[in-house]
């Protein structure tokens, strides 16, 4: 089964950036997809971005768009740089994995049988 150790996280100025990092290790099949999940209090689950690990194709929520990219190196580990962060931006960011990436109607549909990562809290404050 594929693990997931989360890094990054912390606190910033509206403005200011960040990067999440996240470590895919254990049995990897050759194509799958990896990217983040935020929650914020009393706001439902939201899918941020996605990579296809072995595919290459990306996918970026309208919320974040040309703020946030996703890249991933040949480790597999995936990045998430996040630049002019705002307040609604703060959340709970939880690294996922999965068989592939679904997206339907602009959104990551992402399995029940999906593998996560322990979260790391980003705190945007004015």
């Known amino acids: 089964q594929v693990q997931l150790v989360e890094s990054g996280g912390g606190s910033v100025q509206a403005g200011g950036s960040l990067t999440l990092s996240c470590a895919a290790s254990?049995?990897?099949?050759?194509?799958?997809?990896m990217g983040w999940f935020r929650q914020a209090p009393g706001k439902e689950r939201e899918g941020v971005a996605a990579i296809s690990i072995g595919g290459g194709n990306t996918y970026v929520a309208d919320s974040v768009k040309g703020r946030f990219a996703i890249t991933h190196d040949n480790a597999k580990t995936v990045y998430l740089q996040m630049n002019g962060l705002k307040l609604e931006d703060t959340a709970m960011y939880y690294c996922?994995?999965?068989?592939?990436?679904?997206?339907?109607?602009?959104?990551?549909?992402?399995?029940?049988?999906?593998?996560w990562g322990q979260g790391a809290q980003v705190t945007v404050s004015s």
């Open positions: 254990g049995y990897t099949p050759g194509s799958f997809c």
């Open positions: 996922a994995a999965d068989r592939e990436c679904n997206i339907l109607g602009g959104q990551w549909r992402i399995a029940d049988n999906a593998r």
